[in-house]
T-cell receptor, first 114, second 118 residues
Framework: AQSVTQPDIHITVSEGASLELRCNYS??????LFWYVQSPGQGLQLLLK??????LVQGIKGFEAEFKRSQSSFNLRKPSVHWSDAAEYFC????????????FGSGTQLTVLP | EAGVTQFPSHSVIEKGQTVTLRCDPI?????LYWYRRVMGKEIKFLLH????????ESGMPNNRFLAERTGGTYSTLKVQPAELEDSGVYFC????????????????FGQGTRLTVV
C-alpha cells in the first residue's frame, strides 16, 4: 500500500528565509506526486505536481519540488518565504494511469515570523 | 468559473444526531471525491463518484456514512447517527472526465466542512 510521510509537523521560518518541507513516499510503481497548500479558511490548492520527466518541478507562488527516486523523496522548496506563505502544506501520492484516490501525508504547518 | 463549494463550512452536532454535508463540484466535472481529515491526522479518501455512480467507496468508515450524487451534479454525505470520532474536516474534490484522473487532470478541492460532534 502506498504511504506518505511528512516528518515535520510544524516549521517556523523568518520572512525572507529559505524553506524546505520534507516528504517521503512509499510506492511500488512510478508515483504521481503532489504538493497542496491550505491557507486558513481556504480549500486545498495544488502547488505543483510530478508525473514524469524533469525531476525538478516548478509550481505556483515561487515553489519548486525535486523528485529523488533513490531517496523516495519529493521535498518542497522556496528560496525566500513571504508572510502569506503561512499555511498548512500537504504532500500526496497518486496511482499513475488510474482514476484512483490520492494518499496524503499528515501535513506540515508553516509559521512565518516577521 | 466557480470552484468546488461545500456547505456548511462548520457544523456542531450532538452525538446521535444526523448531519448532511453538501458538495457542489465545478460544473462539468464528472468525478467527485470525498476525503476526511480527523484529529489533525492525514487526509484520507472516503469515496469517488463518476457522475452519479459510486466508482470506489473503499474508504467509507462504516454504514453510518451514506453518500449520494443524484443526477450526477452535487453530492451529499450523511452521517447518521454521528459519533464523537466522526469529528474532523470533510473535503470534497472534483475533476474532469478521464481515466487518468491524476495523470492529466487536476483535482480541485473545496474549503472543507468542519464537523464537530459533542
Amino acid at each position: 500500500a502506498q504511504s506518505v510521510t511528512q516528518p515535520d509537523i510544524h516549521i517556523t521560518v523568518s520572512e525572507g528565509a529559505s524553506l524546505e518541507l520534507r516528504c517521503n513516499y512509499s510506492y511500488g510503481a512510478t508515483p504521481y506526486l503532489f504538493w497542496y497548500v491550505q491557507s486558513p479558511g481556504q480549500g486545498l490548492q495544488l502547488l505543483l505536481k510530478y508525473f514524469s520527466g524533469d525531476t525538478l518541478v516548478q509550481g505556483i507562488k515561487g515553489f519548486e519540488a525535486e523528485f529523488k527516486r533513490s531517496q523516495s523523496s519529493f521535498n518542497l522548496r522556496k528560496p525566500s518565504v513571504h508572510w502569506s506563505d503561512a499555511a498548512e502544506y500537504f504532500c500526496a501520492v497518486g496511482e499513475s494511469g488510474s482514476a484512483r484516490q490520492l494518499t496524503f501525508g499528515s501535513g506540515t504547518q508553516l509559521t512565518v515570523l516577521p | 468559473e466557480a470552484g468546488v463549494t461545500q456547505f456548511p463550512s462548520h457544523s456542531v452536532i450532538e452525538k446521535g444526531q444526523t448531519v448532511t454535508l453538501r458538495c457542489d463540484p465545478i460544473s462539468g466535472h464528472d468525478n467527485l471525491y470525498w476525503y476526511r481529515r480527523v484529529m489533525g491526522k492525514e487526509i484520507k479518501f472516503l469515496l469517488h463518484f463518476v457522475k452519479e455512480s459510486k466508482q470506489d467507496e473503499s474508504g467509507m468508515p462504516n454504514n453510518r456514512f451514506l453518500a449520494e450524487r443524484t443526477g450526477g451534479t452535487y453530492s451529499t454525505l450523511k452521517v447518521q447517527p454521528a459519533e464523537l470520532e466522526d469529528s474532523g474536516v470533510y473535503f470534497c474534490a472534483s475533476s474532469k472526465q478521464g481515466a487518468k484522473i491524476f495523470g492529466n487532470t487536476e483535482a480541485f478541492f473545496g474549503q472543507g466542512t468542519r464537523l464537530t460532534v459533542v
